[in-house]
């Protein structure tokens, strides 16, 4: 197979690009990234991926294909090294099953969330071709719903709400936004004492936050995490690695995004009137 460029940063350098635009990982490749120096131990991974790739509906095979590689051995002889060519989709699917006590699989579980939603915002030809108002709504209403989910995942780890639970969506900001908490947010956006912060940002702003808000739902889930403190400190982890993963794809950083001109309700306002 022709291989055209590896992209850069992390994760993004193992990523190999064919001649056709196509990419994919190599699931040996992968494990080191992932630090499985035991590459057997790494395939109870993705068969584990694969389960899960079949529960979801999708067809194993168009994620998980089996590739025989010939590899130079010491005495300069060669021998067939199997290998597992990975969709983005199963990288995301393996890293859900990796030991989550790995750091390095904690930032694989935030970067491949980020860029298979991403991916399937870029395929998905109606989110597309949405104006930023209609963006921006689409986004807000879904944050809405997971912000729902978060704080019932959080009162599960024994975050109770009011006060605690404003501390604990601060330590998520603070992580995202490079130590800034809701306060400094909201001063630094100029708003005034009734505005809402989400309620002011830009598509790409919002689509940040919604990453942290579901990624940080899925760890305190998949860890059954306990306890005000450490439920505080996986949102705050969270929020910091999804900034670190921006950081590494050159985007923008959260807090640098500038306002949007109209509110989320006067967007709504625009918004149904093009209807």
């Given at each position: 197979?022709?291989?055209?460029?590896?992209?850069?940063n992390?994760f993004?350098?193992?990523?190999?690009?064919?001649?056709?635009?196509?990419?994919?990982?190599s699931?040996?490749?992968?494990?080191?990234a992932l630090?499985?120096?035991?590459?057997?131990?790494?395939?109870?991974?993705?068969?584990?991926?694969q389960?899960?790739c079949?529960?979801?509906?999708q067809?194993?095979l168009?994620?998980?294909v089996?590739v025989?590689d010939?590899?130079?051995?010491g005495?300069?002889?060669?021998?067939?090294?199997?290998d597992i060519?990975?969709s983005?989709?199963a990288?995301?699917?393996?890293?859900?099953?990796?030991?989550?006590?790995?750091?390095?699989?904690?930032l694989?579980?935030?970067?491949?969330?980020?860029?298979?939603?991403?991916k399937?915002?870029?395929?998905?030809?109606?989110?597309?071709?949405?104006?930023?108002?209609?963006?921006?709504?689409l986004?807000?209403?879904?944050?809405?719903v997971?912000?729902?989910?978060?704080?019932?995942?959080?009162?599960?780890?024994?975050?109770?709400?009011g006060?605690?639970?404003?501390?604990?969506?601060?330590h998520?900001?603070?992580g995202?936004?490079?130590?800034?908490?809701?306060?400094?947010?909201?001063r630094?956006?100029?708003?005034?004492?009734?505005?809402?912060?989400?309620?002011?940002?830009?598509?790409?702003?919002?689509a940040?936050?919604?990453?942290r808000?579901?990624?940080?739902?899925?760890?305190?889930?998949?860890?059954?995490?306990?306890?005000k403190?450490?439920?505080n400190?996986a949102?705050?982890?969270?929020?910091?690695?999804?900034?670190?993963?921006i950081?590494e794809?050159?985007?923008t950083?959260?807090?640098?995004?500038?306002?949007?001109?109209?509110?989320?309700?006067?967007?709504?306002?625009t918004?149904?009137?093009?209807?």
């Amino acid at each position: 197979m022709n291989i055209k460029k590896r992209s850069e940063n992390n994760f993004e350098e193992i990523k190999i690009m064919d001649e056709e635009g196509n990419e994919y990982w190599s699931a040996r490749e992968l494990a080191l990234a992932l630090d499985y120096s035991d590459y057997r131990n790494f395939k109870t991974v993705i068969h584990k991926a694969q389960g899960s790739c079949k529960n979801s509906q999708q067809k194993v095979l168009d994620h998980f294909v089996d590739v025989t590689d010939m590899v130079v051995i010491g005495s300069g002889s060669q021998r067939e090294l199997e290998d597992i060519l990975l969709s983005r989709y199963a990288c995301y699917l393996i890293v859900q099953n990796a030991d989550p006590r790995k750091e390095i699989v904690a930032l694989g579980q935030t970067y491949f969330a980020i860029q298979t939603r991403r991916k399937e915002l870029e395929d998905d030809e109606n989110f597309s071709s949405l104006t930023e108002d209609e963006k921006r709504v689409l986004l807000r209403e879904e944050l809405k719903v997971h912000n729902k989910h978060l704080a019932s995942a959080a009162k599960d780890a024994g975050v109770k709400a009011g006060i605690e639970f404003a501390v604990f969506q601060d330590h998520g900001y603070r992580g995202l936004y490079g130590g800034l908490g809701a306060r400094e947010i909201h001063r630094r956006k100029q708003l005034k004492k009734s505005q809402q912060i989400l309620d002011h940002m830009s598509s790409g702003e919002l689509a940040a936050n919604l990453f942290r808000a579901t990624q940080t739902e899925e760890k305190i889930r998949r860890e059954k995490i306990q306890g005000k403190s450490k439920a505080n400190k996986a949102h705050h982890q969270v929020g910091a690695k999804v900034r670190q993963t921006i950081k590494e794809l050159g985007g923008t950083m959260p807090e640098d995004m500038p306002k949007p001109a109209k509110s989320i309700g006067q967007a709504k306002r625009t918004v149904k009137k093009l209807k």
